[in-house]
């Protein structure tokens, strides 16, 4: 049995390469996500270096949530092989301990880096993405030219017998706050009445607070108002529900969220995907690590170092891939989201227990 010191040798080891990855990762998504701010922002009035370096920091967490698996992977083989070269694992199992046992800390580290990543990058990412978001927005003033939502931006209420639709390039607050934003009211005939567009609508209870306004009607010259109020029915959960992105709701909110949209009649798939992802994210770091573990326990030896990582480098990208595509079948509902995000990750986990048992135990 591995004893506590050297486990705990081979649990720093792997705790500090994945710091070392995450802090290059994160100088090099600063880098390129403030270069393509600055391409795009630098013409306007309240723009200034610090400040879109502050807003490309906003946004890291988000960024770097999408290639955690990644970092897991290499970081995994970085380890090992760093243990390998320096002839630590030959050592170790000259002593009697076997490849269970020192892969048992690096798969103990992967675990937490997943925790880690659920309870406090999640919500990191959530927050950072939506703020980065509202500040970009009030820098555009009104210069908005894509739409910022990552779900369908147009709505239908009816309220006061009379029928609106409402259109908006920029979605802050998940719904709540709408930016550069279009009001179609209807006739009884379904002829437009009147339009109201405005730099920002926010909801209250029982109406839309809209400022800038310019009110248009047919046949007469349009008026700029400071303020208006349009009467509404929609409630802000109402909202969240239909406008939010799963992405960029916190891990803790998450069952609330899906609880909220099946009460209100909505399709909760997306939701309860972006849960099940989560909650299996330990496990599938804890996957790739027995993937890595696979192409760089023995590669000294073999003489075949650059075709095995290159073989460990693929078969993470495959298992990436599978996720990825198993997540959009069940976001779409075609796989109950509980199997799109666990069966990709067992079947790794079990191919890498095979692989290694064939190899390790013959």
């Known amino acids: 049995m591995i004893g506590w010191t050297l486990g705990r040798y081979f649990f720093m080891r792997y705790v500090k390469t994945t710091l070392y990855f995450l802090l290059g990762i994160f100088a090099l998504s600063l880098l390129l996500d403030f270069t ?134 920029g979605i802050l607050a998940q719904g709540t706050h709408l930016t550069d934003v279009s009001f179609f009211v209807f006739n009884e005939d379904k002829t437009i009445k009147e339009r109201f567009d405005a730099r920002d609508a926010q909801l209250k209870e029982g109406y839309w607070s809209l400022t800038n306004v310019t009110h248009i009607v047919e046949g007469q010259e349009p008026k700029e108002l400071l303020s208006t109020k349009i009467p509404s029915q929609l409630k802000p959960e109402f909202l969240e529900e239909k406008l939010s992105s799963p992405d960029t709701i916190p891990f803790v909110q998450l069952p609330r969220k899906i609880e909220v949209a099946r009460s209100f009649g909505f399709s909760a798939t997306a939701f309860d995907m972006q849960f099940q992802s989560l909650l299996a994210l330990p496990a599938l770091l804890m996957a790739m690590t027995l993937i890595a573990a696979t192409v760089s326990l023995k590669f000294v030896r073999s003489g075949q170092s650059g075709a095995m990582i290159l073989g460990g480098i693929i078969a993470g990208f495959v298992l990436y891939v599978v996720t990825v595509l198993a997540k959009a079948f069940g976001t779409a509902g075609f796989v109950p989201p509980f199997v799109a995000a666990w069966v990709p990750v067992l079947i790794a986990t079990f191919f890498g227990i095979s692989f290694l048992l064939h190899k390790e135990d013959g």
């Open 36 to 169: 393509e701010n600055a391409s795009k922002l630098a013409n306007l009035p309240d723009y200034s270096v610090w400040a879109a370096l502050g807003l490309s920091a906003m946004r890291i967490p988000f960024i770097m949530q999408q290639i955690i698996p990644f970092v897991a992977l290499f970081s995994a083989m970085a380890t090992l092989i760093s243990l390998n070269r320096r002839y630590e694992l030959v050592v170790a199992r000259s002593v009697g301990v076997s490849a269970w046992q020192f892969l048992l800390p690096a798969c103990l580290g992967a675990f937490l880096f997943g925790l880690i990543t659920i309870f406090i990058i999640n919500p990191l990412a959530a927050y950072g993405f939506e703020k980065s978001l509202e500040i970009s927005t009030q820098w555009q003033n009104g210069n908005v030219n894509q739409v910022t939502a990552l779900r369908d931006p147009w709505l239908r209420q009816k309220a006061d017998g009379q029928e609106t639709i409402i259109g908006a390039k």
